[in-house]
């Protein structure tokens, strides 16, 4: 499967910003393949955050007009601008990618099949 990896993660006070990049091995075709970001809070199941396909997408209402996902599919990487960080957002920030064809992102997680390691994101007061 397609190998992915996060960068970008690291220590904020809140409101600050951080922008997270996710670089494929291999290119991967945005127009076939949806992909997003999911997050895992220390003691809590991981959940979706944002998601990104061809028709469309979604955000989680935790961090809609805070947070904006992009795909540069020339370049194969995934990005999530996160402005106007809170605490909350304190979590361990996973890439993913799609098992099929898929033209509309959800926040399912079983929709998606490839998954990076994760970038660890921490928000301070």
């Known amino acids: 499967r397609v190998q992915l990896v996060e960068s970008g993660g690291g220590s904020v006070q809140a409101g600050g910003s951080l922008r997270l990049s996710c670089a494929a091995s291999?290119?991967?075709?945005?127009?076939?393949?949806?992909m997003a970001w999911f997050r895992q809070p220390p003691g809590k199941e991981r959940e979706g955050v944002a998601a990104?396909?061809?028709?469309?997408?979604m955000y989680s209402d935790s961090v809609k007009g805070r947070f904006t996902i992009s795909f540069d599919n020339a370049k194969t990487t995934l990005y999530l601008q996160m402005n106007s960080l809170k605490p909350e957002d304190t979590a361990m920030y996973y890439c993913?990618?799609?098992?099929?064809?898929?033209?509309?992102?959800?926040?399912?997680?079983?929709?998606?099949?490839?998954w990076g390691q994760g970038t660890q994101v921490t928000v301070s007061s």
């Open positions: 993913a990618v799609s098992l099929k064809f898929c033209e509309l992102g959800s926040l399912e997680l079983s929709e998606y099949g490839s």
């Open positions: 990104y396909g061809r028709v469309g997408g």
């Open positions: 291999e290119y991967v075709d945005g127009n076939k393949y949806c």
